[in-house]
Nanobody, 122 residues
């Protein structure tokens, strides 16, 4: 019904920047919320940032002032601009969409991407 594909991860030095993208496709009626989560080895998956269809954003305290979430509703795509990266930002970053789908019926469901690796190391 819906697929989410992340891209943009990689290896970056401390203080550097990366921009992650997540594109949703399929039988989409409306995307209500898009969010980025991350999970580091030995740690619980945590919410990094979220954005509603109307543009309201929320950020984890650990990334405020450094990360920016944005979206292009026409392209069903969400972005995460990550600046001033720290080694503790190293994790697999996952995209989640709260999406109203068309098939088989009109209903809201959460969909997850498969993740993209971000490694911050000198």
């Amino acid at each position: 019904q819906v697929q989410l594909v992340e891209s943009g991860g990689g290896l970056v030095q401390p203080g550097g920047s990366l921009r992650l993208s997540c594109a949703a496709s399929g039988s989409i009626f409306r995307i209500n919320v898009m969010a980025w989560y991350r999970q580091a080895p030995g740690k619980q998956r945590e919410l990094v940032a979220s954005i509603t269809r109307g543009g309201s954003t929320n950020y984890a305290d650990s990334v405020k002032g450094r990360f920016t979430i944005s979206r292009d509703n026409a392209k069903n795509t969400v972005y995460l601009q990550m600046n001033s990266l720290k080694p503790e930002d190293t994790a697999v970053y996952y995209c989640k969409g709260t999406i109203v789908v068309v098939t088989p019926e009109l209903y809201e469901h959460d969909y997850w991407g498969q993740g993209t690796q971000v490694t911050v190391s000198s």
